[in-house]
């Protein structure tokens, strides 16, 4: 069956405090991973798509990582506005488009 | 680029009542839209696939009769949610994908309340 799972489930930091936030799946034909961002009561905002092992995106203080069984979203020196839930999903080949989203870590960074 | 919106963003019913949520991509056409449910501090649970010009497609589960996905054109899908009880009051969110970049970009969402 295919999974992802998010690590941790909630993470609070330090403004300042850098972390890793990881998204480790089991599936058969990947196509792409993908990183968004929600906040409460929102959709969810795109962040970055990875689509091999060894690509790694960046955009502010974020970088995202992909190897053949995970991938890591990196927080470097958080603030508060990036307080935020952060999901993953992957994308498969042949499943028309549809997203298996992880459950989200939810991270919360303190000032 | 790649905006979806959707209408309304907040709607409250009484029950027995039916409610269409409207989901449309702003600045491009999208062939595939999806309608998602999310539940507090929950993910996002795939509903049903919605494809321009046919019927559309169903995850295991959700009920084709209660909840009526009409995708009329390249840019507009709706989401009607028949005979409305409280057990169905939730965030419900649409996404389309932007072919270009291959990237689903989601819509806003519509806070559904249903006394």
Sequence with gaps: EDQVTQSPEALRLQEGESSSLNCSYTVSGLRGLFWYRQDPGKGPEFLFTLYSAGEEKEKERLKATLTKKESFLHITAPKPEDSATYLCAVRLYNQGGKLIFGQGTELSVKP | GAVVSQHPSRVICKSGTSVKIECR??????????????????????????????????????????????HAS??????TVTSAH???????????????????YFGPGTRLTVL
Aim: aromatic share 14%; net charge negative.
């Design chain 2, 25 to 70: 991509s702003l600045d491009f056409q999208a062939t595939t839209m999806f309608w998602y449910r999310q539940f507090p501090k929950q993910s996002l649970m795939l509903m049903a696939t919605s494809n321009e010009g046919s019927k559309a497609t169903y995850e295991q589960g959700v009920e084709k009769d209660k909840f009526l996905i009409n």
């Design chain 2, 74 to 79: 390249l840019t507009l899908s709706t989401l």
């Design chain 2, 86 to 104: 409280p057990e169905d009051s939730s965030f419900y969110i649409c996404s389309a994908i932007y072919e270009s970049t291959d990237t689903q």
